[in-house]
């Protein structure tokens, strides 16, 4: 049993369920606030480093409020699409895990802030960007042949989007500052834990989810079958659950499927087609 499997045992139910769904409520309260007083969030609200350390701790918990886009438009699609993705996680993973997925890239979010401001002695503002792109990279990774209607007309799968976005992260680590490198590692620290420092992730792929699910179906019929008996006489209708010692046997001359115990099996009336009309 690996470190989650204990961890889940231990504060499972303190999970929140549907998480995507309070989350989506702060982008909408996020939304209306830069719609209408921007400075307000930067000012008061957002994830910045030195003001945290200063004592506005509640910082760590409302810079969550930053939406996926400011358009309307924009905001709806990306509130559909991150949803979607989080509520399908959650399903496929268990409440458990997906909360303990998103919360370590929110923590991840803070100390990325936290050390690049006293590392490099710079505000660096994250909003919810890389938290986003981390819910779409596990999604990629679970679902790799999800398919996504790129500009709502082009067909392309969840792994390729996905390799796109690593390829473009790993460019930014490679050109960026040290402040941008840090960000960038921190905030999605969380994708790198669960899927590459975790041996047992493959019980949340779906293709072995299903393999499971079909051994659970085979495993439940077979104990149903255990409830009825194989094998009937066709004269005393006597069953296999009426005696251990109870032998069954197919008789060659009848037409059918007839099936006799070892008291009938020579003494019956043989069954023909012209008598089954």
Same mark, same amino acid.
């Given at each position: ?17 549907? #998480?995507? *769904?309070? %989350? ?8 209306? !606030? +830069? @719609?209408?007083?921007?400075?307000? /969030? ?106 996504? #209607?790129? *500009?709502? %007309? ?8 996905? !390799? +796109? @976005?690593?390829?473009?992260?790993? /460019? ?106």
């Amino acid at each position: 049993m690996n470190w989650m499997n204990k961890l889940e045992r231990k504060f499972g139910k303190y999970a929140i369920r549907n #998480l995507m *769904f309070y %989350i989506m409520i702060l982008y909408g309260v996020g939304f209306v !606030i +830069l @719609n209408v007083n921007p400075e307000f /969030y930067y000012l008061y609200l957002s994830l910045d480093a030195r003001e945290i350390l200063r004592g506005q701790v509640w910082r760590i918990f409302t810079f969550l409020i930053y939406p996926p886009a400011y358009d309307i438009l924009y905001f709806m699609i990306a509130m559909w699409l991150y949803y979607s993705l989080g509520n399908t996680l959650e399903r496929v993973w268990g409440s458990f895990r997906f909360n303990l997925y998103f919360f370590t890239g929110v923590l991840g979010h803070i100390l990325a802030a936290i050390l690049i401001y006293l590392i490099f002695g710079e505000v660096f503002w994250l909003g919810t960007s890389y938290l986003n792109w981390s819910l779409f990279f596990a999604f990629a990774a679970t679902f790799p042949e999800m398919q996504f #209607l790129l *500009f709502f %007309i082009i067909p392309v799968k969840a792994k390729w989007l996905g !390799i +796109l @976005n690593g390829v473009y992260f790993i /460019y930014e680590l490679i050109v960026g500052t040290w402040a941008i490198r840090t960000a960038i590692l921190l905030s999605v620290a969380n994708f790198l834990l669960f899927f590459l420092g975790s041996r047992n992730m493959s019980r949340v792929n779906p293709k072995e989810i299903k393999r499971k699910t079909v051994y659970a179906r085979q495993v439940q019929a077979a104990k149903t079958d255990e409830k009825h008996p194989r094998h009937r006489c066709a004269v005393c209708g006597r069953t296999e659950f009426d005696g251990e010692n109870l032998e069954f046997r197919f008789c060659s001359k009848c037409e059918g499927s007839y099936e006799y115990c070892q008291e009938h099996l020579y003494t019956h009336k043989h069954v023909t087609s012209k008598e089954d009309k």
